[in-house]
């Protein structure tokens, strides 16, 4: 697609007023970024999206409006599900959505365990926030949950192609759109690999870019030289950094890459195989 760069103006785009008068004064949103104004008005008459755009460009705010606008006008008295893969991801999805949607009346719910704490508004909710095993095993329980679903948000929906928990994903989609007429389905990836094959088994719309809102920098470290290879940037004409040798020990390099980091008043995140290996170097 090509997403021409510009920024758009949130009053170019016809949902709720109090949506945008939420976004403007609560988040400091005025305007979209190019992929989620290609994006928006395809989802808002409610046509199926399958929406791969890199991290931090935005999936989660179209999927956001489109939800709360819909489930508060023509999709009225319908509900609304958000799958994400992960608890931790799900109460963050929570907390945005609870947000945005009571400017519009609508409240949501979250199911994602066992434990009643895990577990709150699911009856009364508008729109529930779960993860792909809880929303199997609530409808297996109570297949009658389905008769209502209006819209569903698929996040990270490269992971369908994960070997253990995408299959549960794939079966609870193509549920949904052979037991809901017209259910509208989002998916949202940074990473999918195959997305036109993907958004033709879902009917949808694909909105793919590159962009990115800020310069995204790639390199290697190997001891503690650090060498950038490319950079991928909004509108071109950044220059890549010099190469530039770490202080520290070459044994810790993680340590030296954390430093180098705060002392530019920037924020890392590192990426592990495991829960333990999480803790460990949070340690």
Known sequence: MDDGGEMVGLEEFEFDNRLKKMLQENWGISQLFPPQAMALPGSLEG??????????????????????????????????????????????????????????????????????????????????????????????????????????????????????????????????????????????SATVGNADELSEWLEADLIKSDWRPIALYSGTLTGLDLRYHSVESPGGGFALPEPKRLGGGAQKNLHSVLDDTIEMNKQMLVFVASRSSAQKEAR
Request: charge should be neutral; proline fraction near 4%.
């Open 47 to 188: 046509r199926n999206l399958m929406l791969a755009i890199p991290t931090a460009s935005g999936k989660s705010l179209v999927a956001h409006i489109t939800m709360a606008h819909r489930l508060a006008n023509d999709l009225k008295g319908m509900r609304g599900i958000y799958i994400v893969p992960l608890k931790a991801l799900a109460s963050e999805k929570f907390d945005e959505l609870s947000e945005i949607c009571s400017s519009v009346g609508l409240k949501v719910g979250l199911a994602i365990g066992d434990r009643s704490s895990e577990n709150n508004l699911v009856g009364g909710s508008d729109v529930l926030v779960c993860t792909s095993e809880k929303l199997d095993s609530m409808l297996r329980s109570n297949p009658s949950l389905m008769n209502d679903i209006g819209i569903v948000v698929a996040d990270e929906f490269h992971l369908l192609q994960e070997p253990n928990r995408g299959p549960t994903l794939e079966i609870l989609l193509s549920r949904i759109r052979h037991r809901v007429e017209g259910a509208q389905i989002l998916a949202l």
